[in-house]
């Protein structure tokens, strides 16, 4: 059994994550030498490449991953991580002298089975990155969902692991650090603000087992990058929701009105819709609280109140103010966004129970079509069939 933790998903959290866990542990080697950090204790993190000509780009990043901050005075600095390990899922030869000096340091098509899994891929392609290493994953795994939205996990358990007692154990995280892409590498980021990375174990756990005694927890935590923080499985629940409803908000009204973060509330058209949305997602997300404590007998201590809701919407709008959404970034690149997941998943939970869900159905729609501009096949979800468009000057 590998006792290190595999990373699915390059993009900039994946990276993020990965840079953190590996620099925790350099930190160890030079503090303390071999005699308290033991590799075969804690293996390097281990990148998982879904993509041949990712293989190319570890290689010419010199198979580090760079971090570039900037200084009070306006420096650029850059810190770099190495030594990690690196799979790919499938191999497609070229026959270049290139990659085949690429893949020297490349496992390929590992069986070796997987202990902790961080998944850091876009919510739509999840299902079917995992099924690559499903194979890997059984009732002995753990696997932390960092991911915008929420659904992915109901998939993955229908999907691929249907039978309960041999699903991985869940967990889910929610990182509030500022982290873009840097044009020079896919293999660096930029990290432009601090924040925690808040996780929890999904369902129940055992009353005699702490949740900060797992393996892949206990790195996330002492990785001082990270300032890793674990919630009970009640408080995770709720503090998705609460993320869910500000990304329902804010990520669609960038993306339809071109604008970042702290302008999405500029007026009092746009005010006015933030309170539509808000006044929809409320009961929804209070439903959809209490369902989850009847399942896995986690109740909350307190109710998810519409304060707590425009409260929360308003701070991140107001702290994150010059930040691009990642709906917006995907918009630019003409890339999929995960609205499916977000305002998608409030609206199907909707028509379940019975609650209107209008304004959120209508942002969910505008952005699908905003998608079939650039993909024309992505299609439009039969649960929308039931939206009204918003007025014209609410838009404009």
């Not at 808040?198 to 900060?212: A, C, K, Q, W």
């Not at 919630?231 to 998705?240: M, T």
């Not at 501009?373 to 929308?384: D, Q, V």
Request: glycine residues 6%.
């Amino acid at each position: 059994m590998d006792k290190g933790i595999h990373v699915l998903g390059v993009g900039n959290l994946g990276k993020y994550v990965a840079f953190a866990l590996r620099q925790q542990q350099h930190y160890l080697q030079k503090q303390f030498g071999a005699g308290f950090y033991r590799p075969s204790e804690q293996p390097p993190p281990t990148l998982i490449l879904h993509r041949e000509d990712l293989v190319s780009s570890w290689y010419k990043a010199d198979h580090r991953i760079s971090r570039i901050t900037t200084t009070d005075a306006g420096d650029e600095e850059i810190h770099t991580a190495y030594g990690f390990r690196a799979e790919l899922l499938q191999l497609l030869l070229t026959g270049s002298l290139e990659n085949r000096e690429a893949y020297r340091n490349v496992m390929v098509n590992s069986r070796v089975p997987i202990s902790h899994l961080i998944v850091a891929t876009k919510a739509h392609v999840t299902v079917a990155a995992l099924a690559e290493v499903r194979v890997r994953l059984g009732p002995h795994s753990h696997i932390l969902f960092l991911q915008n939205g929420m659904g992915v996990m109901e998939e993955v358990s229908q999907r691929l692991f249907p039978s309960p007692t041999h699903r991985p154990t869940y967990w889910a995280g929610i990182c509030s650090a500022g982290i873009h892409s840097d044009p020079r590498s896919p293999f660096s980021f930029v990290h432009a603000g601090h924040g925690p990375l808040t996780i929890g174990r999904v369902g129940p756990s055992p009353p005699s087992e702490p949740l900060d005694v797992n393996p892949m927890v206990a790195q996330l935590m002492d990785a001082k990058l990270l300032n890793t923080e674990v919630l009970q499985p009640a408080d995770i629940r709720q503090a998705r929701l609460k993320k869910l409803v500000i990304n329902a908000v804010i990520n669609p009204m960038t993306a339809l009105f071109e604008c970042k973060n702290g302008d999405v509330f500029i007026n009092p058209d746009r005010r006015f819709l933030r309170d539509e949305l808000l006044k929809e997602a409320g009961p929804i997300v209070r439903a959809l609280d209490a369902a989850g404590a009847k399942d896995d007998g986690s109740p909350a201590s307190t109710e998810i109140t519409d304060q707590d809701l425009l409260d929360a919407v308003t701070k991140v709008a107001y702290n994150t103010a010059d930040n691009v959404s990642s709906m917006r970034q995907d918009v630019l690149a003409k890339r999929r966004t995960e609205i499916d997941y977000i305002n998608g998943y409030l609206v199907t939970a909707a028509q379940r129970m019975g609650l209107p869900a209008k304004q959120l159905a209508n942002a969910w729609d505008k952005v699908k079509r905003l998608e079939q501009k650039y993909e024309p096949k992505t299609p439009i979800p039969s649960a929308l069939q039931k939206a009204t468009r918003w007025g014209r000057k609410v838009w404009s």
